[in-house]
């Protein structure tokens, strides 16, 4: 296929300059390319790496307007995520010499006043020492007595083991802690004997007992059982495995980025990760390779023997609860202490492929942050975008009291559809007509596939048709279906993506759960926020969430289009409908924040 030109440039965006101001000069005088590749050669060289120049191209369809990315090159895991002094902290998986995971993998950082807009600062943790030597890779931040942050992340030491290191902020007075300084002596946890060296890594959030003492989670594997080890320390530096695991699970392989945190049994509100008394409960969350899912099983917490015991285990299968039906991975959460709430945010990686990454000269990017705590019914975690989110909605339509007939379709107009947030509320018909289902038989993924979008069905098909070209030939369904089961209803929520692209060669994996109906109620909503290449939808008020990749030939800015359908036989309501168009978020805007440069 034919793919837009474009001029060379190093492959790794650094900060050469302190302010948009600077940066503009820079592209005046036409040496911000040389710049790059001057410094990308000097630090390519120190690592023994060759360097290798991209195509990228000129136009970037696919960069989106509101989702953190890095500036260039490959992103993955989030990493610590952190509130201190007024500022938020967002460190995240990088590879600085190219747009796929590397040997060299470092911890990137970039801060924000309001998880919207963002500075890229440099890099915090890189490679250096013989117990990182070979990759800096995930983990997690705590803040210790006196706010003190401490950074606890695994190291791929000179033998390829995974090995736990400390690292703390050199400047405590710095507002955004731009340089950390590792622990002398680390590494401060090593394997276990009971675990394979080359699959122990991720360390927790840690939190304090009664006792004082500090507790850590790290993922772990011995052959085909997954767990997570628990380790106690009196002063944050040394460390002492306790006798059995924490928790383990037979079927599910390594696990990979665990997160330990309470969620308060009658409130919204997050509570902070030490926590622990009759009023909350656990969330126990591991990332499967197997399956490329993150899922999470709630329970409670006994510090007394030291160990989680889950309401439910952990299947390895699509019975297990999930944070998200689509594309997110490696979630970590963390506690926002200036607004009393847990925030989730999880990579989103590409469904194209790795030479088409090379080819944009980026690939990966954080989904938007999440605030999350437990539903009414204590069975499950809801999960909304962040309050301020909404601080991005500029041009808005609103749509009430229409019928969608069915096999009709309408055009959603006004807005920019391939950048927008929409909300609507689907009134229901009678559900006696619905179709039966034994969900408990039924794999809601393929379900989803096997009756798309096209499929018509009694109640629903029917949702939205997003980033749609204007004669449908690229559209991505994200739809509902309603049946009856025995003594409930049941709604499927789908992301349809198998007429997403004209591009043939694309992953296009459709997406779905199943979700209860409250008879009562009769609606359904929705809300997707649309944003070039990535959907993230939430239905029912976020007990449901698919997120999408998806890569348009046709559909792309103004030639993106938004509709309402619907492809059952019985008519739907469209209570309320509001879409906005988005605003674009500032990277890079160092005149808004106030700081030393010395």
Known sequence: ??????????????????????????????????????????????????????????????????????????????????????????????NPYGAVFGDSMIWAHSVSYDLI???????????????????????????????????????IDANNYQVQNLAFPKNLSDPFLRVWEKYTQNPVITPP?????????????????????????????NGHEGMAILYQSEDFVNWTVHLSPFYRSDSTGIWECPDFYPVSINSTNGVDTSVHNPSVKHVMKASFQVNWHDCYVLGTYDPEKENFIPEDDFTGTNLDLRFDYGKFYASKTFFDPAKNRRIL???????????????KGWA?????????????SGKQLIQ????????????????????????????????????ADVEVSFELPELESAELIDPTRVDAQLLCSEENASSLGIIGPFGLLVLAAKDL????????????????????????????????????????????????????????LID???????????????????????????????????????????????AWSMKKTQFDDEQSFSYSLE
């Not at 609103?398 to 391939?418: D, M, P, Q, R, Y």
Request: overall charge negative.
């Open 532 to 578: 070039h290449s990535i959907v993230e939808s939430f239905g029912e008020e976020g007990r449901i969430a698919i997120t999408s990749r998806v890569y348009p030939l046709l559909a792309i800015d103004k030639e993106a289009y938004l509709y309402a359908f619907n492809n059952g036989t019985l008519n739907v309501g469209i209570s309320k409908l509001n």
């Open 1 to 94: 296929m034919i793919r837009p030109k474009g001029n060379l440039v190093s492959i790794s965006l650094l900060q050469m300059a302190k302010s948009n101001m600077e940066i503009s000069a820079i592209l005046s005088l036409g040496l911000f390319s040389l710049l790059l590749r001057i410094r990308i050669d000097v630090e390519a060289s120190q690592h023994g790496i060759e360097y290798v120049q991209y195509q990228v191209p000129e136009s970037q369809p696919y960069r989106t307007a509101y989702h953190f990315q890095s500036p260039m090159n490959w992103l993955n895991d989030p990493n610590g995520p952190m509130y201190h002094e007024g500022v938020y902290h967002l460190f995240y998986q990088y």
């Open 473 to 528: 030939a690229e559209q991505t369904a994200i739809f509902f279906r309603v049946y009856k089961a025995q003594n409930r209803y049941i709604g499927l929520m789908c992301s349809d993506q198998s007429r997403s692209s004209l591009r043939n060669e694309l992953d296009k994996t459709t997406y779905g759960a199943f979700f209860r109906i409250d008879p009562n109620l009769k609606k359904i909503s929705l809300r997707s």
């Open 117 to 155: 807009n963002w500075v890229h600062l440099d890099h915090a943790i890189e490679p250096s020492d013989p117990f990182d030597i070979n990759s800096c890779w995930s983990g997690s931040a705590t803040i210790l007595p006196g706010n003190k942050p401490a950074i606890l992340y695994t190291g």
């Open 384 to 419: 909304w975008p962040i309050e301020e989110i909404d601080k991005l909605r500029d041009k808005q339509v609103s749509i009430n009291g229409k019928e969608l007939i069915s096999g009709s379709i309408f055009e959603v107009s006004g807005i920019t559809a391939s950048q």
């Open 345 to 359: 945010w999880a990579w989103v990686n590409e469904s194209d492929s790795s030479q088409d990454d090379i080819e």
């Open 364 to 376: 990966g990017l954080q989904s938007i942050p999440r605030q999350v705590w437990l539903d009414k």
């Open 193 to 221: 004997s009971t675990v394979d060296a080359l699959n122990f890594r991720d360390p927790t959030t840690a939190w304090q007992g009664e006792d004082g003492k500090w507790r850590v989670i790290v993922g772990a594997r």
